[in-house]
């Protein structure tokens, strides 16, 4: 029995090792802003495809180890968002001097993470990571992916799901 064009499986990788700490802060609307402070953060993939001739969708383990090389350079690191509309940030070789209205931080540059998002909401870094890790199975997996999705968590209780469909080209 052919189950390869059957409707879709979908798997979910959710493993202790796509646990990461790091610091953030959010901005938020008419110019507010947390104060730096940190999560024990976790990621956590699903993925709908169609069975391929193996009788499954895509290897738990390639998925698990993509998003693990995705998170790790975040462990341990600030998060600074350079996307965002209001912020300035200087960089010398040892430092980042960031400034968003009457806020200022000095950080040293070993201890951060630039990150393409306008904002490190659990929102945003649920699609970047979504997009991230779409792309890397684009590379490394001929599998057919309906769509996937990226839940990031904050904490316990605190999460997004960003859920992106591959484009044909």
Known sequence: MDRSNSQP?????????????AAH????????CEPIHGHDFRV???????LGPAEYT??????EKLLAELIAPLDHHVLLPVEHPLMEMEVD????????GAR???LPAEDCVLVPVANTTAEAMARFLGEQ??????????????????EYHEGPGYSARYRIEPTSD
């Open 104 to 106: 200022r931080w000095l």
């Open 44 to 50: 956590v993939a699903e993925l709908a495809a169609r």
């Open 25 to 32: 802060f959010i901005t938020f609307e008419g110019g507010g």
């Open 133 to 150: 890790l779409l792309a890397a199975l684009g590379r490394h997996s001929d599998a057919k992916l309906e769509w996937l999705a990226v």
């Open 9 to 21: 499986y979908i798997i979910r990788v959710d493993t202790p090792r796509l646990t990461f700490a």
């Open 58 to 63: 895509v290897d738990f383990t390639l998925v």
């Open 93 to 100: 070789e040892s430092a980042y001097d960031i400034r968003l």
